[in-house]
């Protein structure tokens, strides 16, 4: 009997096969070459529904190898029902390392957040997005919008953040404010909070996203300029957390979780867990922090 | 011609891709692809062939610019990928050296699709990477590339040996209009026998000077 060790697992390497791997390399290059395009591509079954993080799976495992290691969080946290079955599965698919710690990590992907420790080089962060098509909400149709992209027609987005600014005093935007990346293309930077966006500009890590259920990828590389959209008079302004500390470390300067107790009480504690548990290990890693002007 | 058998498709083509994707992504940057015992035909470095086997099945296309049946033979008989002429072709494989001509017919996208547009894999000399604005030139009668643009910190040179001005020129004029344009992949083997690449996406400006 021959001893084929390699095929003894039920599931392929990675869970996808290779085909589909190579198809989804191709396009992952594609969008790396075009920052803010989104590139369509296959976007294969997963054992999870579409649109629940299959599309950073589908980039996760694409990229991932035996000597990665691995860190998945959602909403900032290591800790959450999402995070653990996610990460629990790509460990199984790919017998790669898995750790909490965000400088450990080589490849981590998150949904609805970017991690306030600086990422290097050495990383990328895959980002799952439940919509890329920052237009859908101005024009419903994918050919016109498409349309809208190639001819870089962006009017109405603007009218958009133009009529919400005199209807409500502000553009409205809680998460996902649209950016224009590489000073071509507007985008979505999925629902990260505005506080995280000025973070994908010129950063050293490369950001991937993928929208599984709409079949997207699209990408913004290290070192590229990203705006967030601004009026010369009315300014993109980042959330304030003035006079509010985390009450388990007490520090300010990150992104706040509000937590209600029920009784009309409230407190503020630090949305990204692993910074936390840095900051009350007395570490204080290196952030990049974003100033009102 | 026959396949290899000592390349993995599953590991050796991840390995391979993630070498890709940061060449990508930091344009200009030189990476080396871990190595595996293949022999390719005359025409074809073993960094090319490996790019070739990490990419292209058989729902891609790929042409060759001046060279024998057997490079293509290699290639199709490895990743059943379908030869094609220019301009339907998503990888054109030419060397450096090549007269710039054949880019006229090579696919830039649409306006609709950019993402269509083909990748060329050059096959290049050798190419160093300068150092940290180090005085001393690392190698002499070739090129030396500045390159500027999404994914370079500031502005990065590449010591380049083994393409053609003119190419480069004419490249330059078919990225002018991004997002269509052509993203090429600048292959050789080092001299310690390292298959090495870099990547010129259509985003990278790219000047250039006699060394």
């Excluded at chain 2, 004029?173 to 690449?197: K, Y």
Aim: include cysteine; charge should be neutral; hydrophobic fraction near 40%.
């Amino acid at each position: 009997m021959v001893a084929a060790t390699k095929f003894q697992s039920s599931y392929h390497y990675g869970f996808i096969d290779e085909a589909t791997k190579k198809e989804i390399r191709r396009k992952t290059l594609k969008a790396v070459c075009i920052p803010g395009y989104q590139v369509p591509y296959s976007s294969p079954e997963m054992p999870i529904s579409r649109g629940w993080g299959t599309g950073g799976l589908h980039l996760t495992l694409t990229l991932i190898g035996k000597s990665d290691v691995l860190k998945i969080i959602d909403q900032g946290s290591d800790a959450s029902v999402n995070a653990c079955h996610l990460r629990r599965f790509v460990q199984m698919m790919a017998d790669c390392a898995v750790t909490f710690d965000t400088a450990q990590a080589t490849i981590i992907q998150s949904r609805h957040r970017v991690p306030e420790e600086i990422l290097t080089n050495r990383q990328i962060l895959v980002l799952q997005v439940p919509q890329p098509e920052v237009l859908r909400g101005v024009e419903r149709f994918e050919a016109r919008t498409r349309q809208m992209h190639g001819e870089a027609d962006y009017s109405k987005i603007w009218v958009s953040l133009y009529e919400a600014y005199v209807r409500f005093g502000a553009t409205m935007r809680g998460s996902g404010y649209p950016i224009k990346v590489n000073r071509r293309y507007i985008t979505t930077p999925s629902p990260i909070p505005r506080w995280d966006t000025p973070n994908l500009s010129m950063a050293h890590c490369l950001y991937l996203f993928g929208a599984g259920r709409e079949k997207r990828i699209q990408a913004i590389p290290p070192h590229t300029p990203v705006e967030p959209l601004e009026f010369e008079d009315v300014k993109f302004r980042v959330e304030e957390f003035a006079g509010i500390r985390c009450s388990v470390s007490g520090e300010s300067r990150a992104f706040m979780d509000e937590i209600f107790n029920g009784e009309g009480h409230r407190r503020h504690v630090i949305n990204d867990s692993n910074f936390l548990d840095k900051l009350t290990s007395g570490e204080r890693p290196p952030q990049r922090v974003f100033v009102n002007s | 011609m026959g396949r290899e058998a000592a390349y993995d498709e599953v590991f050796d083509g991840q390995a391979h891709f993630r070498a890709l994707l940061d060449s990508t992504a930091r344009p200009g940057a030189l990476n080396f692809l871990t190595p595996v015992q293949i022999d390719p035909p005359a025409g074809l470095n073993r960094a090319t062939a490996l790019i070739a086997f990490a990419l292209m099945d058989g729902n891609s296309n790929f042409a060759t610019v001046n060279m024998t049946q057997s490079e293509g033979s290699y290639l199709a008989a490895n990743t059943r990928a379908r030869r094609t002429e220019i301009d339907g072709a998503d990888f054109i494989f030419a060397s450096g050296d090549e007269a710039p001509e054949f880019l006229e017919a090579a696919c830039c996208g649409t306006l609709l699709y950019p993402d269509t547009a083909a990748t060329l894999i050059l096959q290049i000399q050798d190419a160093v990477v300068q150092i940290q604005d180090a005085p001393e030139r690392p190698l002499t009668g070739g090129l030396r590339l500045t390159l500027k643009g999404p994914g370079v910190d500031g502005i990065s040179a590449l010591f380049v040996r083994g393409i053609r001005a003119d190419l480069l020129l004419a490249l330059q004029a078919r990225n002018a209009e991004f997002p269509l344009g052509l993203d090429a992949i600048l292959t050789f083997v080092d001299e310690s026998g390292r298959a090495c690449l870099a990547a010129l996406p259509r985003t990278t400006h790219v000047s250039w000077e006699k060394c």
